[in-house]
């Protein structure tokens, strides 16, 4: 089962910044926090991971709280392509297990 | 990170035949895995697969209805045998690539009528 939990939907406007919120309370010290997305039911797109300090990298910003329990994903100025499900996984050296993620909608 | 071709793309296939496909990767991996999604559902592993070994299934899924093949570090393929339309999928397969962590393949739109 997936070890996340997530919002099932959210909006946001183009242009501005999404921010997308993930629990996950019972996180190993050895598992990094993934997130994908998957656009039109193609096969899902890396975006970003972390193991505890926070990461950026051209796509988007991950914050993980300093006791791991949750992060958010930023995507800084959103864009009608960023329309997509975005799914947040934690794993160690194990194969991913995606939850059902949640659907971001970015409205012009 | 790798570059994974997966064929075919889509497929109609009748009822009670067998469909393999498969995932070729531009550099040696040690482990390849294959998904499922289901229609408006979320991926879900079928097995994981390593060269030289059989492949480990999760349950739910049985080596007699996915048989896996693994001959080399750059190609895997799974057949789905005997269909039904509840195996109508998207099937997709993966592999760990490090620093950007899995990449996917572009997935294969399998309707069983």
């Known amino acids: 089962d997936a070890k996340t939990t997530q919002p099932p939907s959210m909006d946001c406007a183009e242009g501005r910044a999404a921010n997308l919120p993930c629990n996950h309370s019972?996180?190993?010290?050895?598992?990094?926090v993934y997130w994908y997305r998957q656009i039109h039911s193609q096969g899902p797109q890396y975006i970003i991971h972390?193991?505890?300090n926070n990461e950026t990298n051209e796509m988007a910003s991950l914050i993980i709280t300093e006791d791991r329990k949750s992060s958010t994903l930023i995507l800084p100025h959103a864009t009608l392509r960023d329309t997509a499900v975005y799914y947040c996984?934690?794993?160690?050296?194990?194969?991913?297990?995606f939850g059902k993620g949640t659907r971001l909608s970015v409205i012009a | 990170s790798a570059v994974i071709s997966q064929k075919p793309s889509r497929d109609i296939c009748q009822r009670g035949t067998s469909l393999t496909i498969q995932c070729q990767v531009d550099s040696q991996v040690t482990m390849m895995f294959w998904y499922r999604q289901q229609p408006g559902q979320s991926l879900t592993l079928i097995a994981t697969a390593n060269q030289g070994s059989e492949a480990t299934y999760e349950s739910g899924f049985v080596i007699d209805k996915f048989p896996i093949s693994r001959p080399n570090l750059t190609f895997s393929t799974l057949t789905v045998s005997n269909m039904s339309p509840e195996d109508s999928s998207i099937y997709l397969c993966s592999v760990a690539t490090g620093a950007y962590g899995y990449t996917f393949g572009s997935g294969t739109r399998l309707t069983v009528v």
């Open positions: 972390g193991l505890k």
């Open positions: 019972t996180i190993s010290g050895n598992e990094y």
């Open positions: 996984i934690v794993s160690g050296n194990t194969p991913l297990v």
